[in-house]
């Protein structure tokens, strides 16, 4: 069985940092995709970044330049570096991941496995 575990969530100031992990288990191919949404209550889950079987990372238009996505396959756990974070990125988020693929964009992201979330409070 496949398990998602997110953690490094928490409360930070407008222009702080933040790293999210996701421990993966139940599953061996480490080329399988992995990315990371966000879900703020009364709105539709967003994608924010996602890593491919070919190591090809694809960033939501609002995280580009600040967040990086990245992915230790020793470890089998999936990062987020979140830096010059913003109150409008105070959401839940949440670590996925599906089979082997090539992804462009991140619509084309439609992953099968999904964490719990950690919860993200950026004020101003």
């Known amino acids: 069985e496949v398990q998602l575990v997110e953690s490094g969530g928490g409360s930070v100031q407008a222009g702080g940092s933040l790293r999210l992990s996701c421990a993966a288990s139940g599953y061996t191919d480490r080329s399988y995709c992995m990315g990371w949404f966000r879900q703020v209550p009364g709105k539709a889950r967003e994608g924010v970044a996602v890593v491919d079987s070919d190591g090809r990372t694809t960033y939501a238009d609002p995280v580009k330049g600040r967040f990086t996505i990245s992915k230790d396959n020793a470890k089998n756990t999936l990062y987020l570096q979140m830096n010059n974070l913003k109150p409008e990125d105070t959401a839940m988020y949440y670590c996925?991941?599906?089979?082997?693929?090539?992804?462009?964009?991140?619509?084309?992201?439609?992953?099968?496995?999904w964490g719990r979330g950690t919860q993200v409070n950026v004020s101003s």
């Open positions: 996925a991941a599906d089979e082997p693929a090539s992804i462009a964009t991140m619509g084309e992201f439609q992953p099968f496995y």
